[in-house]
Structure formats: structure tokens, C-alpha cells
């Protein structure tokens, strides 16, 4: 099975700025990596698929990159509503797996 | 506009059965290249993917629960089931079903999800 790590757990950042969060997966998995943004209480929000491709209605602050191994996804100038947890989530082979989700919340 | 509701009992006994179906409208069970899923969080936990079955009823299911779900599907009825045996507390959760639109899209569509809880 294919495992996949987010770093960091927790992140606090202010309104504005620029942040990264890195996913790594066990194996290549070339492109083949979605991220989502989950609210408390709410379903998962498809925001990037094909690791870069942008979701219909997603802001464009909201950016992905990487291949095979490991997979970033970036928000250029915090907002308030982007204060959630995201999930990377590989889709190889039919198979899905999600990494452990990082907290994005208010410094 | 694809909508997905799950339902089914919310409180199961240890060791029996877990059952849930996911109604769906928008779309139709035999579209080419769906995929429909099932996802589960316990609580203050991670999404932990259980299942997908496709509309010529291939099924692919997490390797840690194989032996004990089944996801299946009616396309008559426009719905779709979860069972899960043997149930434990580590069972309890928030589960989600999902549909993706095809192997490469990541899931598109999700219902709001529902709270099982694993008790006596």
C-alpha cells in the first residue's frame, strides 16, 4: 500500500500570507494526487486534481505542484475562509489513499 | 447538479452488522466512467478511504477493511451500499459517500455524511 505524509500537522499563519503545504508519498505515484479542504462538521472540498489542476470554482490562490513522489500546494495570500484542514489524497492504480491532513489555523 | 444522502441506522451493536445507503440524483449509476465511493472519519480523526464500486460493479476496497465490506449497488433504485462486518468501537465514525467522475478526477461529489456509532 501506498502511504502518504503531510508536513507539518499544524500551521499558523496570518491573513496574507503565503503558505506550503508538502505531501510525500511511499512511492512514485506521478501525477496522480488530489487535495481537499475540509471545514469542522462538513465533507472534503475538492480543490487541486492531476497534482496541479485546478477544480472549477477554486480560487486561484490556490495552487498545486510536484510529481512522483512529493506534491505541494500552496495558498499565495491567506483569506479568511481558507482556515481548515487539508488533505493530499493519491488515486494510482485504483486505489485511493489520504495523507493524515494538516491544520491551517489563525496565528 | 449531481447530490449524494447517505442514510441508515446510526447506532450499531459490537460484532453485528453496519449498513448504509447513498442515494443518488443528478446522474445516473451507469455513467461511464463514475466512480462511487465510500469514505469514513472518526471523530477528531482523518479521512480514511473504505471503497469504490464502478457502474459495471468493479469493486476496490481499502486493503485494512477487505475482509469484512461490501459496497454494492441498484441502479434501479439510483443507489448504493455500504455493509461492514464485525463491527468494533474503532468502527464509530462520520461516513461520507462519494462519487468521483473518473479515475483521474479526484472525488468531486460528497454527501454530508453520517455519524455510526459502535455501541452496546
Given amino acids: 500500500d501506498i502511504h502518504m505524509t503531510q508536513s507539518p500537522s499544524t500551521l499558523s499563519a496570518s491573513l496574507g500570507d503565503r503558505v506550503t503545504i508538502t505531501c510525500r508519498a511511499s512511492q512514485s505515484i506521478s501525477n496522480w494526487l488530489a487535495w481537499y479542504q475540509q471545514k469542522p462538521g462538513k465533507a472534503p472540498k475538492l480543490l487541486i486534481y492531476d497534482a496541479s489542476s485546478l477544480q472549477s470554482g477554486v480560487p486561484s490562490r490556490f495552487g498545486g505542484g510536484g510529481s512522483g513522489t512529493e506534491f505541494t500546494l500552496t495558498i499565495s495570500s491567506l483569506q479568511p475562509d481558507d482556515f481548515a484542514t487539508y488533505y493530499c489524497q493519491h488515486y494510482k492504480n485504483d486505489l485511493y489513499t489520504f495523507g493524515q491532513g494538516t491544520k491551517l489555523d489563525i496565528k | ?120
Fill in chain 2, 1 to 120: 447538479q449531481l447530490h449524494l444522502q447517505e442514510s441508515g441506522p446510526r447506532l450499531v451493536k459490537p460484532s453485528e452488522t453496519l449498513s448504509l445507503t447513498c442515494s443518488v440524483s443528478g446522474a445516473s449509476l451507469t455513467s461511464n466512467s463514475y466512480y462511487w465511493g465510500w469514505i469514513r472519519q472518526p471523530p477528531g480523526k482523518g479521512l480514511e478511504w473504505i471503497g469504490f464500486i464502478t457502474y459495471s460493479e468493479r469493486t476496490n476496497y481499502n486493503s485494512s477493511l477487505e475482509s469484512r465490506v461490501t459496497i454494492s449497488l441498484e441502479t434501479s433504485t439510483s443507489q448504493f451500499y455500504l455493509t461492514l462486518n464485525s463491527v468494533t468501537a474503532a468502527d464509530t465514525a462520520l461516513y461520507f459517500c462519494a462519487c468521483a467522475l473518473g479515475p483521474t478526477t479526484g472525488i468531486d461529489y460528497w454527501g454530508q455524511g453520517a455519524l455510526v456509532t459502535v455501541s452496546s
